[in-house]
Nanobody, 123 residues
Framework: QVQLVESGGGSVQAGGSLRLSCAASRYTYGRYCMGWFRQAPGKAREGVAAIDSDGVTTYTASVKGRFTISKDNAKHTLLLQMNSLKPEDTAMYYC?????????????????WGQGTQVTVSS
């Protein structure tokens, strides 16, 4: 069982930045995806950014050029640097992991989830 704990959410004004962090308990999967997902009230959960065991990253179109996902393998930590935040980025953000590769931005394929951290961007 993998445990994931997010931190770093908060409230910022449009144009501001936040850095999300996800601490993962130890895992030894050869191939995996880790990702950041978000869900706004009344909307479906969507993939924001993901990174696989080879370090390949994918982003949803609306955050390309503004968000950067990275991971520290030694510390089992997943990061999401969010710049130029917009009000439409407001949502609960979740960290997730699946012990398989492929379709890393599809939230339906993930096995382990954190509890979420709220991001609120005001105009």
């Amino acid at each position: 069982q993998v445990q994931l704990v997010e931190s770093g959410g908060g409230s910022v004004q449009a144009g501001g930045s936040l850095r999300l962090s996800c601490a993962a308990s130890r895992y030894t999967y050869g191939r995996y995806c880790m990702g950041w997902f978000r869900q706004a009230p009344g909307k479906a959960r969507e993939g924001v950014a993901a990174i696989d065991s080879d370090g390949v990253t994918t982003y949803t179109a609306s955050v390309k050029g503004r968000f950067t996902i990275s991971k520290d393998n030694a510390k089992h930590t997943l990061l999401l640097q969010m710049n130029s935040l917009k009000p439409e980025d407001t949502a609960m953000y979740y960290c997730a992991l699946k012990p398989r590769g492929g379709l890393c931005l599809d939230p339906r394929k993930y096995d382990y989830w954190g509890q979420g951290t709220q991001v609120t961007v005001s105009s």
